[in-house]
């Protein structure tokens, strides 16, 4: 039995305000209903609440946002956290830089580089980026879900790393 098929693999989506990209990200993969990942999201400097933007596009492509809120990332840190996380996916520049690399556990860290739809300021060029945002997360998550499960802790980041750069 490989070593990703024991448990679902716990996937933490990084972002600056966990209000756009890393929520997205986290509802696509959950949506997925893999027996390989479960999704978490959590941000540096949380927002209070999910922007509208972020529900109505989530809510217009049949997902349940009811439980999907900002989150810090501090809480799934601690090395008492209850959700032990296995892999993180940095989505920001500023989740990257502030990522801790002494996380416990030892988990996978990748970035994918996805701009942040609610830094845009007009509102038809905010909603263009949402529905951009939303289709490059949909794909890598779409081409993670398809791959074969990894062997290794090697291979899986190989795998995310090559998902980022390339999808």
């Given at each position: ?127 263009w980026k949402f529905l951009k945002c939303f289709s490059v997360l949909d794909a890598r998550i779409e081409a993670l879900s398809r791959e074969r499960p990894a062997r290794s802790w ?14």
């Amino acid at each position: 039995m490989g070593f990703m098929e024991q448990k679902a693999l716990l996937v933490l989506f990084l972002s600056t305000g966990n209000a756009g990209r890393s929520l997205l990200a986290e509802a696509l993969l959950n949506a997925k209903k893999s027996s390989l990942y479960r999704a978490h999201s959590a941000g540096t400097a949380p927002l209070e609440s999910v922007p509208l933007e972020t529900k109505a596009l989530l809510e217009g492509a049949g997902f349940d946002t009811l439980k999907l809120h900002p989150k810090r990332w501090q809480d799934f840190y601690a090395a008492n956290s209850l959700v032990p996380v296995d892999v993180i996916v940095t989505l920001s520049e500023e989740a990257k830089t502030l990522c801790p690399l002494d996380w416990p556990g030892n988990p996978v860290v990748t970035h994918w580089a996805v701009d942040d739809p609610l830094a845009a300021t007009r509102a038809d060029i905010r909603e263009w980026k949402f529905l951009k945002c939303f289709s490059v997360l949909d794909a890598r998550i779409e081409a993670l879900s398809r791959e074969r499960p990894a062997r290794s802790w090697a291979e899986l980041l190989l795998k995310l790393r090559d998902i980022g750069m390339v999808v």
